[in-house]
């Protein structure tokens, strides 16, 4: 069974540009989630849908937003990029999205703002 | 704030000792914790969880400890490996049940 992968890997961009990220869950799994991790802040919670739906959001501005499409397949959006939003972002997947039921976690793409 | 807390950033054990991780939080609603680990440049893996029905849980070499009164749960690894290295991070579930609050991390290393 192929594990969840996250394309692009690394990414640089410069400050003002927006980026798209994007998640293929494992097969089965309607449930993904996305994350953030800095080494200050470690690793925080940016937003989870369920059948295309988004069922809950984290704490982060607007400029975060994510899509998921009808084969669970999910991306996020960072418009309007600054330097505090370089960061490894992870997605992970699940059955059906409660906690309950594991959550796996894919290699994550490194995001660089320069 | 930072409603779970691993206030130490790094650990180092030596080969066959114990690790003790350990972590709090803050926000009485959180009912399922989780551990996982982390190796550089992989996503987290799933170690081992507990409820908060209960206040221990083993898997192996692998022993969860749970004290609601404290609000404090400790990861005990025994024996401790060099393949234990990693980061640790110690997780709580909001309480719609559908994301995962993680601590900062403890980087634990295992010399043989």
């Known amino acids: 069974k192929a594990g969840v992968t996250q394309t692009p890997r690394y990414l640089i961009k410069t400050r003002g540009q927006q980026v798209t990220l994007s998640c293929s869950p494992i097969?089965?799994?309607?449930?993904v989630s996305w994350y953030q991790q800095t080494p200050g802040q470690g690793l925080q919670f940016l937003f989870e849908?369920?059948?295309?739906?988004?069922?809950n959001k984290g704490n982060f501005p607007g400029r975060f937003s994510g899509r998921q499409f009808s084969n669970s397949r999910s991306e996020m959006n960072v418009s309007t990029l600054e330097l505090g939003d370089s960061a490894l972002y992870l997605c992970?997947?699940?059955?059906?999205?409660?906690?309950?039921?594991?959550?796996?976690f894919g290699p994550g793409t490194r995001l660089t703002v320069l | 704030d930072q409603q779970v807390k691993q206030n130490s950033p790094s650990l180092s054990v030596q080969e066959g000792r114990i690790s003790i991780l350990n972590c709090d939080y803050t926000?009485?609603?959180?009912?399922?914790f989780l551990w996982y680990k982390k190796y550089p440049a992989e996503g987290p893996t799933f170690l081992i969880s507990i409820s908060s029905i209960k206040d221990k849980n083993e898997d192996g070499r692998f022993t969860v400890f749970l004290n609601k009164s404290a609000k404090h749960l400790s990861l005990h690894i025994v024996p401790s490996q060099p393949g234990d290295s990693a980061v640790y991070f110690c997780?709580?579930?909001?309480?719609?049940?559908?994301?995962?609050?993680f601590g900062k991390g403890t980087t634990l290393s295992v010399s043989s």
């Open positions: 992970a997947s699940s059955l059906s999205g409660t906690i309950y039921n594991e959550q796996f």
């Open positions: 926000n009485s609603m959180f009912d399922y």
């Open positions: 997780a709580a579930t909001n309480q719609a049940g559908t994301a995962l609050i």
């Open positions: 097969s089965g799994h309607r449930s």
């Open positions: 849908y369920f059948s295309e739906t988004q069922r």
